[in-house]
């Protein structure tokens, strides 16, 4: 989640097309004109952060190269970012060894879409988690 986010600063927005979809919502965001895509990627809207597009179809990066943004920002690398999930995610339990919807192949493993979903809430719970406990004063300062 993307929070308090300065003006001059820029955001990581992560399209994923992995899910089931026909890619409606990317040719939407193409077509848009108040504001348009390239306003936003340019940072020329009044009060909005600059937007850094990463989006399969649009990016000039193919494979690991393209690949190695996503998984910056699963790690806690790239902050802040936002992640979007364009179409359905399927209820991959009914495929057994396979799955409906995929998206790259990290180092030893092909992930489902829901695998990317899951991870990506994995680490946003332990960022907070982890943030929470910055807060917290331990009982050794208190004295």
Known sequence: MVENVAVNEVVDLLWLTAGLSCDGD??????????????????????????????????????????????????????????????????????????????GEPPGARMSASAVVLYGRTVRARREVTRASMKVVPDWRRR
């Open 26 to 103: 990317s040719v939407a965001m193409t077509a848009a004109t108040q504001p348009a895509l390239e306003d936003l990627i340019a940072g020329t809207l009044p009060g909005a952060p600059r937007l850094r597009l990463h989006h399969p179809v649009l990016a000039y990066e193919v494979g690991d190269e393209f690949l190695e943004v996503f998984r910056r920002a699963a790690t806690g690398d790239i902050d802040p970012f936002v992640l979007v999930v364009e179409g359905s995610l399927p209820d991959e339990r009914a495929v057994g060894e396979g799955c409906w919807a995929a998206f």
